[in-house]
């Protein structure tokens, strides 16, 4: 559990700064101890717990860097936040203090910058170090392995884990997972680079998924080797708990990012080719699909037809009950198509009263009979006490020659005139004429 208060240790001789700092630090809900001097600082880390040290460039026994180096030879410290304030311009300072251990430098004069770091810090591990989510593990070594697990569950993550890669893929095709982390050397079966590229093959469902190596090799053509067959980060062993947890943590908040603008976009797609009113396709989304259902019944030989509805007598039911009672017909329309019609069908709001449906794997006696169907159903609707009928077109799409969307389309079109001109509320049904 995340503590009320984070507590800093502050090294720092001057005074005046030990305010500025009290005044600052609390103002973001910290708990601050002061010291004037290293050893006294590095005592005081050794008795408690600190979230956070910020300490001066210069100290009376000691410079910071010297401090922090001091500080980093302690295992229990090697990652502990380390802030450095320095009066100092020189960008060989910077380097020094990096290679020191130091997590980030300040200049004294810009307290703000300070503020505004710790305030992103602070929200961070008051957020916890909890994760949500599944990892599948691949690891041989079952030592290894227990350590990795431990760190991992303790983030919050269930893990699945595996001894080798085959195993693996098996649970990858009933599971759900925000990240795979596998070892690279692997004694049976496939290596983790092997596993590694399946993953990454083009059209796998799992090309997007992020991937952490473990892996021995301290080599630059193998951690390039690594990334080239796809991995996302790598960690080298033996692990560190620290560094295992922050590239963890990275890789699955990506992750979620992701699937967050997925879901965005695919929302966002939706929404551009669905009808708001109807709740059915419009004619955008006819325009991307029709094409490929008509090329895909020519290639394979697969009979469609095409049901051309206009409502009847629509604007004299917008002219005498308004345009709710107009909006509510049509609507209910809409849903009535989505009741009758199959999942593959393809149902349309194609103009402001026309309907359109395109079916796959349907003739055109089935096609008749479905528009039968729908133009009975029509009947017996009734929208706000309001009776309706429709005008139906059929035409079957000829497998002997070839033919366009415009061409059946203009073919159903001109059976719905018929329909309109024989009295409404009918089935006509064409044929395409080469």
């Given at each position: 559990?995340?503590?009320?208060?984070?507590?800093?240790?502050?090294?720092?001789?001057?005074?005046?700064?030990?305010?500025?700092?009290?005044?600052?630090?609390?103002?973001?809900?910290?708990?601050?101890?002061?010291?004037?001097?290293?050893?006294?600082?590095?005592?005081?880390?050794?008795?408690?717990?600190?979230?956070?040290?910020?300490?001066?460039?210069?100290?009376?026994?000691?410079?910071?860097?010297?401090?922090?180096?001091?500080?980093?030879?302690?295992?229990?410290?090697?990652?502990?936040?380390?802030?450095?304030?320095?009066?100092?311009?020189?960008?060989?300072?910077?380097?020094?203090?990096?290679?020191?251990?130091?997590?980030?430098?300040?200049?004294?004069?810009?307290?703000?910058?300070?503020?505004?770091?710790?305030?992103?810090?602070?929200?961070?591990?008051?957020?916890?170090?909890?994760?949500?989510?599944?990892?599948?593990?691949?690891?041989?070594?079952?030592?290894?392995?227990?350590?990795?697990?431990?760190?991992?569950?303790?983030?919050?993550?269930?893990?699945?884990?595996?001894?080798?890669?085959?195993?693996?893929?098996?649970?990858?095709?009933?599971?759900?997972?925000?990240?795979?982390?596998t070892d690279v050397m692997l004694r049976e079966g496939?290596?983790?680079?092997?596993?590694?590229?399946?993953?990454?093959?083009?059209?796998?469902?799992?090309?997007?998924?992020?991937?952490?190596?473990?892996?021995?090799?301290?080599?630059?053509?193998?951690?390039?080797?690594?990334?080239?067959?796809?991995?996302?980060?790598?960690?080298?062993?033996?692990?560190?708990?620290?560094?295992?947890?922050?590239?963890?943590?990275?890789?699955?908040?990506?992750?979620?990012?992701?699937?967050?603008?997925?879901?965005?976009?695919?929302?966002?797609?939706?929404?551009?080719?669905?009808?708001?009113?109807?709740?059915?396709?419009?004619?955008?989304?006819?325009?991307?699909?029709?094409?490929?259902?008509?090329?895909?019944?020519?290639r394979h030989k697969i009979p469609l037809s095409m049901?051309?509805?206009?409502?009847?007598?629509?604007?004299?039911?917008?002219?005498?009950?308004?345009?709710?009672?107009?909006?509510?017909?049509?609507?209910?329309?809409?849903?009535?198509?989505?009741?009758?019609?199959?999942?593959?069908?393809?149902?349309?709001?194609?103009?402001?009263?026309?309907?359109?449906?395109?079916?796959?794997?349907?003739?055109?006696?089935?096609?008749?009979?479905?528009?039968?169907?729908?133009?009975?159903?029509?009947?017996?609707?009734?929208?706000?006490?309001?009776?309706?009928?429709?005008?139906?077109?059929?035409?079957?799409?000829?497998?002997?020659?070839?033919?366009?969307?415009?061409t059946l389309f203009s073919t159903v079109d001109q059976?719905?005139?018929?329909?309109?001109?024989?009295?409404?509320?009918?089935?006509?049904?064409?044929?395409?004429?080469?």
């Amino acid at each position: 559990m995340v503590p009320d208060k984070l507590t800093a240790l502050i090294i720092e001789p001057s005074t005046l700064h030990q305010q500025l700092m009290t005044m600052h630090l609390g103002g973001l809900g910290y708990n601050v101890v002061f010291s004037k001097t290293g050893k006294e600082g590095i005592h005081l880390l050794d008795q408690a717990h600190f979230d956070v040290v910020i300490f001066a460039m210069f100290l009376p026994d000691m410079t910071g860097e010297s401090f922090c180096q001091e500080l980093r030879l302690r295992k229990e410290h090697a990652h502990l936040p380390a802030f450095m304030m320095t009066s100092s311009e020189d960008k060989d300072v910077l380097e020094k203090a990096s290679a020191a251990g130091v997590t980030e430098l300040f200049h004294k004069d810009a307290f703000n910058k300070l503020t505004d770091y710790l305030k992103t810090f602070t929200e961070k591990v008051r957020r916890g170090k909890k994760v949500s989510g599944q990892v599948l593990y691949v690891e041989d070594s079952l030592v290894v392995a227990k350590k990795t697990m431990h760190v991992l569950e303790g983030l919050g993550l269930g893990v699945h884990h595996f001894t080798q890669a085959e195993e693996a893929l098996k649970a990858l095709e009933s599971n759900q997972y925000e990240l795979v982390v596998t070892d690279v050397m692997l004694r049976e079966g496939m290596s983790g680079i092997a596993f590694t590229r399946v993953l990454r093959n083009k059209g796998s469902q799992w090309a997007s998924l992020p991937i952490l190596a473990l892996t021995g090799l301290d080599d630059v053509a193998r951690r390039i080797e690594l990334f080239r067959a796809g991995v996302n980060d790598y960690v080298s062993k033996p692990v560190v708990d620290e560094e295992l947890i922050a590239r963890v943590r990275n890789l699955v908040a990506n992750k979620k990012l992701m699937d967050q603008v997925q879901v965005q976009q695919e929302q966002l797609m939706e929404m551009a080719m669905t009808d708001p009113l109807t709740k059915i396709n419009n004619r955008h989304y006819l325009m991307e699909v029709a094409p490929k259902k008509i090329n895909e019944s020519y290639r394979h030989k697969i009979p469609l037809s095409m049901i051309l509805m206009d409502l009847d007598h629509f604007k004299t039911i917008n002219d005498q009950h308004g345009h709710e009672i107009g909006d509510l017909v049509l609507a209910s329309t809409g849903a009535l198509l989505k009741q009758v019609l199959r999942e593959e069908d393809i149902a349309v709001r194609f103009g402001g009263e026309e309907f359109l449906v395109i079916m796959s794997y349907c003739d055109e006696a089935k096609a008749i009979e479905k528009a039968e169907h729908i133009r009975a159903r029509i009947e017996t609707l009734n929208p706000g006490q309001i009776p309706i009928t429709g005008s139906f077109g059929v035409a079957a799409l000829p497998l002997d020659f070839r033919c366009d969307f415009s061409t059946l389309f203009s073919t159903v079109d001109q059976a719905v005139y018929q329909a309109k001109e024989k009295g409404r509320n009918r089935v006509i049904v064409r044929q395409v004429v080469p």
